[in-house]
């Protein structure tokens, strides 16, 4: 069954640490691979994206995310976090044949402590 | 450039009512779709419109429906509503839907009482 995984419901990172979200898929295809970070009571903005190339994707934010097909993850990463980046952050994944069709985790809350 | 809005923002509708949801995509893209956002299912993909043709289609009942028009802009309708289709419904537009980004609104609020 085609599904994506999160398995941080809800992280604490004190402001100026290191962060790391996990996530790891189950897909039959090619995966394209994407994060989503949304604000309470907003929609979702696309942090960053991969389809194929490198596996090292840069997106915005200062936020970077590595592919790595033989763990089927995807992890976000963000050297130093700011109070501005608490919200939920979503992985989501796809495939061409698949169009918009993506199949989301359930979300890691960030809270960010002073 | 503008981004996907959807209208209204905010609505709150009683068990069997009808509710339709706007959504008018950035400018030059062609691909629409629809998902629902609860605490309990997370997000879920409801249909896809592509050139006013519905290309893709998740697992909801009949009760959901959609339609895009030449202008791309596009609608959902959920008829009968029940309890548990309060939830936000963000639309999605790509430029074709296929390889491309997708980028979100801000979502419609639907509370059902």
């Known amino acids: 069954a085609q599904s994506v995984t999160q398995p941080d419901i809800h992280i604490t990172v004190s402001e100026g640490a290191s962060l790391e979200l996990r996530c790891n898929y189950s897909y039959g295809a090619t995966p394209y691979l994407f994060w989503y970070v949304q604000s309470p009571g907003q929609g979702l903005q696309l942090l960053l994206k991969y389809f194929s190339g490198d596996t090292l994707v840069q997106g915005i934010k200062g936020f970077e995310a590595e592919f790595k097909r033989s763990q089927s993850s995807f992890n976000l990463r963000k050297p130093s976090v700011h109070w501005s980046d608490a919200a939920e952050y979503f992985c989501a994944v796809g495939a061409e044949q698949a169009g918009t069709a993506l199949i989301f985790g359930k979300g890691t809350t960030l809270s960010v402590s002073s | 450039k503008a981004g996907v809005t959807q209208t209204p923002r905010y609505l709150i509708k009683t068990r069997g009512q009808q509710v339709t949801l706007s959504c008018s995509p950035i400018s030059g893209h062609r691909s629409v779709s629809w998902y629902q956002q609860t605490p309990g299912q997370g997000l879920q993909f409801l249909f896809e419109?592509?050139?006013?043709?519905?290309?893709n289609k998740g697992n909801f009942p009949g009760r959901f429906s959609g339609r895009q028009f030449s202008n791309s802009r596009s609608e959902m309708n959920v008829s009968t509503l029940e309890l548990g289709d309060s939830a936000l419904y963000l639309c999605a537009s790509s430029r074709t839907g296929t390889g491309n980004t997708i980028y979100f609104g801000e979502g419609s609020w639907l509370t059902v009482v």
């Open positions: 419109y592509f050139s006013e043709t519905q290309r």
